[in-house]
């Protein structure tokens, strides 16, 4: 999934002919039609669809902006590669002669979006990567509104939520500015026209048309804010923060995303919600700060392969993967390899996941979870806690998965029992000496994989070096410990068991494997 602002970087008719007919005709008349049956279908909206869009645009193009940013990178300079040698004079440039690196230097660089005014007074909405900085050591310098006139603003941001990518600006500028209102994404359907306005590729004023391809569309981002409106209406670099139109030229979403495999547009593009962005803008308006519910908790989806290991429905909730100490899951006695199946009645589902539910409870109430512990129903009330910044967040978690173990490591405790081999895998008791070799965190506890049978399910999924420490819930110590998680499993009928990996220093992760 890709911010459009990096954009460089989904009826066919069965006819029947006279024979089939007749037969049709002998059966018993049913009240169920199809639903695409003749004349019960018009390509027409409720009010006819326009021969043109050039009027409702030519209105609503007054309010829609070109916003940049300029902004001052540091870089550091590389090393002078002739340092040392006769040349080294002559080139320090490269490096200012030394061979650790030259001096630090500042470039200027820039970025685009789109934006529109939701006021006379001159209050803008757009994206907050819109006029963030563009890359680590970047300081945006000033943020300008181009208007469609071509005059152009030096903009103060108002408020800004990393979280949602939303941001409001404000520009001074004479007399009433015109301006668009919200509308009403809440009663969208798929098949509606809709329009985007905005700045792609710098061409300032461009209109592009297109229908909702899907809602409340759930991109896998997780938090409060993923839902969006998909359209294949033409979204590229620069249409960020531009906004989406119904056919009554209301706003009903801001254009933020594409997914592309090649950077370009190929006709799916995501736009946030009016109906969640607008409760977002208001409090930023007003000097606020955007809060949201917080768990304390690494989650996985239940994938088929994860359902089949612990003898669960399918689509059935999200397992825990990892509490962290001292959060509001940890209080309330939650446990990795918990799988969360509703929040406050509320069922978990991947279109209603549980980080969704949980961010957009208000921090400090109570949320009550069922979940199910080693194949039991419970129950556990946890009192959330207000999200941390993204910043924060992404520091609490692993680092590279780049490790390996030895060659030559020392063998001699290892352990190989056959009814392991059942899932492909060779382990060994995880000593310290090992940890530090294969670089996770001393406090792990676990196996580690010696040997993998490429030709296994595990083969395709695992490799040498990662650890396991637990199986279907069960902690593993030994290789004796794992093979009696894999024969409780076949025992029980289940083709496949959910083992906790941990790799390096990233958090643990359930993987389910298959039984041979």
């Given at each position: 999934?890709?911010?459009?602002?990096?954009?460089?970087?989904?009826?066919?008719?069965?006819?029947?002919?006279?024979?089939?007919?007749?037969?049709?005709?002998?059966?018993?008349?049913?009240?169920?039609?199809?639903?695409?049956?003749?004349?019960?279908?018009?390509?027409?909206?409720?009010?006819?669809?326009?021969?043109?869009?050039?009027?409702?645009?030519?209105?609503?193009?007054?309010?829609?902006?070109?916003?940049?940013?300029?902004?001052?990178?540091?870089?550091?300079?590389?090393?002078?590669?002739?340092?040392?040698?006769?040349?080294?004079?002559?080139?320090?440039?490269?490096?200012?002669?030394?061979?650790?690196?030259?001096?630090?230097?500042?470039?200027?660089?820039?970025?685009?979006?789109?934006?529109?005014?939701?006021?006379?007074?001159?209050?803008?909405?757009?994206?907050?990567?819109?006029?963030?900085?563009?890359?680590?050591?970047?300081?945006?310098?000033?943020?300008?509104?181009?208007?469609?006139?071509?005059?152009?603003?030096?903009?103060?941001?108002?408020?800004?939520?990393?979280?949602?990518?939303?941001?409001?600006?404000?520009?001074?500028?004479?007399?009433?500015?015109?301006?668009?209102?919200?509308?009403?994404?809440?009663?969208?359907?798929?098949?509606?026209?809709?329009?985007?306005?905005?700045?792609?590729?710098?061409?300032?004023?461009?209109?592009?048309?297109?229908?909702?391809?899907?809602?409340?569309?759930?991109?896998?981002?997780?938090?409060?804010?993923?839902?969006?409106?998909?359209?294949?209406?033409?979204?590229?670099?620069?249409?960020?923060?531009g906004p989406m139109f119904d056919m009554n030229g209301n706003v009903?979403?801001?254009?933020?995303?594409?997914?592309?495999?090649?950077?370009?547009?190929?006709?799916?593009?995501?736009?946030?919600?009016?109906?969640?962005?607008?409760?977002?803008?208001?409090?930023?308006?007003?000097?606020?700060?955007?809060?949201?519910?917080?768990?304390?908790?690494?989650?996985?989806?239940?994938?088929?392969?994860?359902?089949?290991?612990?003898?669960?429905?399918?689509?059935?909730?999200?397992?825990?993967?990892?509490?962290?100490?001292?959060?509001?899951?940890?209080?309330?006695?939650?446990?990795?390899?918990?799988?969360?199946?509703?929040?406050?009645?509320?069922?978990?589902?991947?279109?209603?996941?549980?980080?969704?539910?949980?961010?957009?409870?208000?921090p400090g109430a109570t949320a009550r979870l069922d979940i199910i512990?080693?194949?039991?129903?419970?129950?556990?009330?946890?009192?959330?806690?207000?999200?941390?910044?993204?910043?924060?967040?992404?520091?609490?978690?692993?680092?590279?998965?780049?490790?390996?173990?030895?060659?030559?490591?020392?063998?001699?405790?290892?352990?190989?029992?056959?009814?392991?081999?059942?899932?492909?895998?060779?382990?060994?008791?995880?000593?310290?000496?090992?940890?530090?070799?294969?670089?996770?965190?001393?406090?792990?506890?676990?196996?580690?994989?010696?040997?993998?049978?490429?030709?296994?399910?595990?083969?395709?999924?695992?490799?040498?070096?990662?650890?396991?420490?637990?199986?279907?819930?069960?902690?593993?110590?030994?290789?004796?410990?794992?093979?009696?998680?894999?024969?409780?499993?076949?025992?029980?009928?289940?083709?496949?068991?959910?083992?906790?990996?941990?790799?390096?220093?990233?958090?643990?992760?359930?993987?389910?494997?298959?039984?041979?």
């Amino acid at each position: 999934m890709k911010t459009v602002r990096y954009a460089y970087a989904l009826t066919g008719a069965l006819l029947l002919g006279g024979t089939a007919a007749s037969v049709m005709l002998q059966r018993p008349a049913i009240a169920q039609q199809a639903q695409n049956e003749p004349g019960s279908i018009s390509a027409a909206a409720p009010r006819g669809a326009p021969m043109s869009f050039a009027d409702m645009v030519a209105r609503l193009q007054p309010a829609v902006v070109n916003i940049s940013t300029d902004q001052k990178v540091t870089v550091q300079q590389p090393a002078n590669p002739f340092a040392g040698t006769p040349f080294g004079d002559l080139f320090g440039q490269f490096g200012g002669g030394g061979g650790r690196g030259g001096a630090p230097v500042t470039r200027e660089a820039q970025s685009l979006g789109s934006g529109f005014i939701i006021s006379p007074d001159g209050y803008i909405v757009t994206n907050n990567h819109v006029v963030a900085a563009g890359m680590r050591g970047a300081v945006v310098t000033s943020i300008r509104v181009t208007l469609p006139d071509r005059k152009e603003y030096v903009a103060k941001l108002v408020g800004r939520d990393a979280a949602s990518d939303l941001a409001v600006l404000k520009i001074s500028a004479p007399g009433p500015l015109p301006y668009v209102r919200w509308g009403d994404s809440a009663h969208a359907r798929v098949g509606d026209w809709v329009i985007a306005i905005g700045n792609p590729f710098g061409l300032g004023g461009t209109v592009t048309a297109g229908i909702i391809s899907a809602v409340h569309r759930v991109t896998g981002q997780g938090g409060a804010n993923d839902r969006f409106i998909q359209t294949d209406a033409s979204i590229n670099q620069g249409n960020s923060g531009g906004p989406m139109f119904d056919m009554n030229g209301n706003v009903i979403g801001i254009n933020s995303q594409i997914f592309s495999q090649s950077g370009g547009n190929i006709g799916i593009g995501f736009a946030i919600p009016a109906e969640e962005a607008r409760p977002i803008v208001d409090t930023l308006m007003k000097g606020g700060t955007v809060k949201r519910g917080y768990l304390g908790v690494g989650i996985q989806p239940v994938t088929d392969d994860i359902a089949a290991a612990l003898g669960l429905p399918k689509n059935a909730g999200e397992i825990i993967g990892r509490v962290e100490p001292g959060g509001p899951a940890a209080k309330a006695g939650l446990r990795a390899g918990d799988v969360v199946t509703k929040v406050n009645g509320t069922a978990v589902t991947p279109d209603t996941t549980l980080s969704y539910m949980i961010a957009n409870v208000e921090p400090g109430a109570t949320a009550r979870l069922d979940i199910i512990r080693d194949g039991k129903p419970t129950t556990a009330n946890v009192t959330v806690a207000t999200r941390p910044s993204e910043d924060q967040l992404a520091a609490t978690t692993g680092s590279s998965d780049d490790f390996s173990a030895d060659d030559d490591d020392d063998q001699s405790g290892q352990q190989q029992a056959a009814p392991a081999n059942a899932i492909g895998l060779t382990v060994q008791p995880l000593t310290a000496t090992i940890a530090r070799q294969i670089g996770v965190d001393s406090t792990v506890q676990g196996v580690v994989i010696s040997q993998v049978d490429q030709s296994s399910d595990a083969g395709q999924k695992l490799r040498r070096g990662d650890v396991i420490s637990a199986i279907n819930g069960t902690p593993v110590r030994s290789a004796a410990d794992l093979a009696r998680g894999v024969q409780a499993a076949k025992s029980a009928g289940r083709p496949q068991v959910l083992l906790m990996v941990v790799r390096g220093r990233n958090p643990g992760a359930f993987v389910p494997v298959k039984i041979k």
